[in-house]
């Protein structure tokens, strides 16, 4: 306690000398930071005086310990401001800013570069000493060798290194999932499907260090890192240590899947390998690089920054200011328990973590190659400014908001170029607003990811949302997937959000590798918002998807040249989805209109829009023309006419920085003005300021997307049509039924046959659900029937439903939830509901009997037949029902799910699928 009185009144009495009395005070303070300072002197001079007995300081954390011991004494009044000289400072452990190192309005602390300098924060080692062995470098480094640091990422002169794998480029693919098995000493079934596949044969490599293998998988969405835990050569299988979110193959066969980390995968220059065990880092140097020359760093620090306020206590970190800073260098580490996020890298940090941070700004800042996200104002953070800063070579995203209570709001995003997403967590959006509200993420440039260029709300559903008034304004957002993730858009938004505001954006180039490469993407429950006076154009799947929502309006926007559909409406509802007016949508394969549902009028509204194709095709309005969509009650207003302007005029927009567009507005055409659309002009999108930072992406060069093809299935690896007729009178109490797959089916959500009921006979099939942690839809049986033709497929059952039980059954065309034909539930209101319609009620705890009928092959005609016959009565037809996904066409998969999450249960018995003509 002495030292800091005698060192706080060193203090005192130098700057008194300095300005000459005490009223002085509220005066602005200037401290000075250098690499070659003392943490022990004042901080007052520029550089060392010549008895090197005062000078600057060493460390921010010394100048933020310098201005608390002047707090304390009373003799900060008015700014402080530390200068920061160029140079390297090393950062084991993050700088923490606490509640007693808030500034205030007229009193703000500000940390920033020295003018015309650029000092560098790094949580990284430079790693020297290496030994040429053959075509590697290597080096001990004693403390990996004694099981105290491991990492994860390399640097070699500034650039990202690949930790050693197979395949170098492309994937690897599952060759099937591994069912339930019942464990021989419990009698409990066993689920291993999210945690084991099968591999084809000389997939998986052999190793001395097993133990060290690692497997990324690719999951929809998102990506997960898992260690094996179990090789089984002989049954060609491998069991992880821990599991995934997903099944394996549950978006189909064919899981995509890389394997990493031993050093039998080390083959190609520009790869490196650690052994945790020895302790030697290897690296394969490329050509032209130079052992004496070369800067290799690998990560030391998780994070660089830490403000740890705690606003539920009222307890601020208020009104601080970063600026001129380059943060470099972190780890994220993946331990032996793996890691996997359900969506958008949720549980990943970041190396600038805020959370109760208060009017507190980064400026000019940038942030790169780093582990995790780049910068996140978590819980509690409110009025805060993220501005004109880089954000590149980023583990996860970019700037991520939200999570956690207090519900993050009015924090500020703006003019910021964030490239170079997802180098680890490919399922990381650039930048990931979670729960916060009055959220502004305007003129940013968002490029280079693997999936999401924005993704706003964390609310499935039309549950209460904190997301609300959140602007997303002025961005270009563009090359975004790149053939990898799939579900994705340019702005992707989940839930209610009254207030929430996207306009001005230029989207494009958005590529999936699957499904679900969109523009702007409202996906489940979004509703209330609004989109106008954005440009999408060049992507996979579509300009425009909404899953389900309500109440959205899409005006007065551009939509063109999607691969397929412009306009995707996949779910329909009793209730508007959304507005989608004075539009123009530009195709050259004349595809309008996609998706499951077939748009209809009462549930979304369609009107003075612009419609054209460039290639003079007929348009297709989700299998209409233009003139029977019409008649139905759509687009009354709107034209098929040419907007001025075509695919050229949009490539050289998208390449053209915000000033460089000014008097080239979209859409200024007498029919257009006729329709009421009012002219984009996009000059203020993307970065501003001067010239140099705006035109910064324009050296970001990117390739044409390529997606590696799968391996083409052998004869006798192709699945054989099987037809089903089991009414598990042979299958054992207690056991799965044969030919089945159960997803989901561990004890005690269960799918296995009883003798506590049947309908004919003494067994049937038992489906046990429960409130555990299963998926929604789990347990799930299937019946991988491949049934395929120009035939009729007909798949029956009898089924006795207990109270409060859910029950769908589909056929699918793929295993994906979005390739479905028929549909049929059964809810907890005791309704038989088809195309989300009901079509009647039906017993309890009675058995009675379903039977659909549909058609395939160049016979499907969007429609099928179900027959229900309950006890004593006649049997009651439905015809033309439409399939959930009208482009259904052969019956791959048959599917059985338990939907309630509660303690009940249904039983099926007699089921039958089959093919005929």
Known sequence: MWIHSAFAAILIVAFCSTVGTASALADEITLYVATDGNDGWSGRLVEANEGGTDGPLASIAGARDAIRRLKAVGAVEGPVTVLIRKGTYRVAEPIVFTPEDSGALRMRITYAAHPGEAPVFTGGRLIAGWRREGYLWRITLPEVQRGERRFNALWVNGERRRLARTPNDGYLYTNGAVNLYKDSDTGLYIDPSNRSFYYFPGDMPATAQPEDLRVWMFHGWSSSVRYIARHEKDKILVLLRTKAHWPTEYWGPLNRYYVENVIELLDEPGEWHLDAETGVLSYWPLEGEDLGRAEIVAPLAEQLIRIEGRAKDDAYVEHLTFRGMRFLYTEYPIGFEGHCDPQAACSVSAAVEMRGARFCAFENCEIGHVGAYGLWLADGCADNRVFHCEFHDLGAGGVRVGAGDPTPTRNVIDNNFIHGVGKTFRGAPGVFVQHANYTTVAHNEICDTFYTGVSVGWSWGYGENPSHHNIIEYNHIHHLGQGVMSDMGGIYTLGIQPGTIERYNLIHDVYCYQYGGWGIYTDEGSSDILIENNVVFHTAKGGFHQH??????????????????????????????????????????????????????DQHWTDSNCYWDTAGNALDFAGRTFEAWRVEGHDWQSVIADPGFDRKDLIRLGRRSGKTRRGRALGSTAPLKALGFEPIDLSQTGLYGEKQWVEKPQRLVFEPVVIPPKPEPKPEEQPKPMSINDDFESTAVGDLPKNAVIWGGASPSTALVTDETAAAGKHSLKFTDTPGPQHAWEPEMGYHVALSGDGAVASSFDVRIEPGAVFFHELRSTRGPGDTGPRLVFNEKHELLADDKVLMHVPIKTWFHVEIRCPIGVNAAGVYTLTVTLPGKAPRRFDKLPYFNPDFGNAEWALYQAFAQKNTAFYLDNVCIEYGR
């Open 548 to 601: 389900y929502g309500r109440n959205n309006r899409i005006r007065n926007n551009v939509f063109a040249f999607s691969a397929e559909e412009q306009m995707i409406l996949s779910r329909i509802e009793e209730h508007v989805s959304g507005y989608f007016e004075h539009n123009i949508v530009m195709t050259d394969n004349g595809r309008v209109l996609g998706g499951y549902s077939k748009w209809p009028k």
